[in-house]
């Protein structure tokens, strides 16, 4: 049995979707059973990250986890998780991170994935990091500016990241829970080549056949922007760290890690944005 938390998120949800298809046992953890939309024979359990005994219910009898935790300054939720798992026995831990964990260029960021890190290394269980790059699939948030013909947000200026596809991150993290090979390892995961903003706009606008701008924010503007999501203070501090880590060319990182887990390139961007031009076109 395979829990895998954070289970109607991004990542978790693909990774629900391709453990199933191989035929494993899936247990999904999300605090909304009744709302989860989960192929067939997946056990579906309600949980909760401040509802200790929930997770130790929902860790019970499984042999391998799959760890979301909450991204920000409180880090207990990790820790939880990995102490649940441990008092289940769950021989197996792979665990979302984010790349430049522990870099203190990051700022505060930095810091919210390395308690969680820690508590895994320190289990006794196989374990294994995934610390993928920015997602292709943030700037989904882009289609109603494009839809309405106005520029995208930049909060990073012209800085290049290594723009992963989420589809590769679940695949590595899918071979993370059902091979042996990836334990102890810390895997930096991103896309074959750096983009900025502003190209992956570029991008969008061959892909569409229409213009796409981008808007550069001020640090200000970036607050103010962020509080749209709905982060606190503290959340806000630390992604404009991260933001000001990547306008500066911190996060310009590429790597060989999604080959060597898969076996073939990592996708490039505009891969997913064709994959995914129905987001932005209205109908």
Do not use: C
């Amino acid at each position: 049995m395979i829990l895998v938390t954070g289970a109607t998120g991004t990542i978790g949800s693909d990774v629900v979707r391709q453990l199933a298809a191989r035929g494993e046992k899936v247990r999904a953890l999300t605090r909304d059973p009744a709302r989860a939309q989960v192929p067939a024979g997946v056990e579906v359990v309600r949980g909760d990250y401040l509802d200790q005994g929930s997770l130790d219910a929902a860790m019970s009898g499984a042999t391998a986890a799959f760890l979301v935790g909450v991204p920000g300054p409180d880090t207990r939720h990790d820790q939880d998780l990995v102490a649940a798992a441990g008092a289940a026995g769950v021989r197996r831990l792979v665990k979302l991170s984010a790349i430049a964990t522990g870099d203190p260029g990051v700022g505060p960021s930095g810091t919210w994935h390395l308690a969680g890190e820690r508590a895994l290394r320190d289990s006794g269980a196989e374990w294994t990091v995934l610390r993928p790059s920015s997602f292709a699939s943030n700037t989904l948030s882009w289609a109603r500016p494009i839809g309405a013909g106005e520029p995208v947000p930049n909060m990073t200026g012209d800085g290049l990241q290594g723009v992963i596809d989420p589809r590769d991150v679940s695949e590595v993290a899918v071979r993370a829970l059902v091979e042996e090979r990836h334990s102890g390892r810390t895997y930096t995961l991103t896309g074959p080549e750096t983009i900025s903003v502003p190209g992956q706009a570029a991008v969008l606008a061959a892909v569409l056949g229409r213009p796409v701008t981008t808007h550069d924010l001020t640090p200000d503007e970036t607050r103010e922007f962020l509080r749209t999501w709905g982060l606190d203070e503290a959340q806000a501090e630390g992604v404009l760290g991260g933001t000001a880590f990547v306008r500066a060319g911190g996060n310009a990182v590429v790597t060989e890690d999604v080959r060597e887990v898969l076996g073939r390139p990592a996708r490039t961007y505009r891969e997913w944005a064709e994959d995914h031009r129905g987001a932005f076109v209205s109908e």
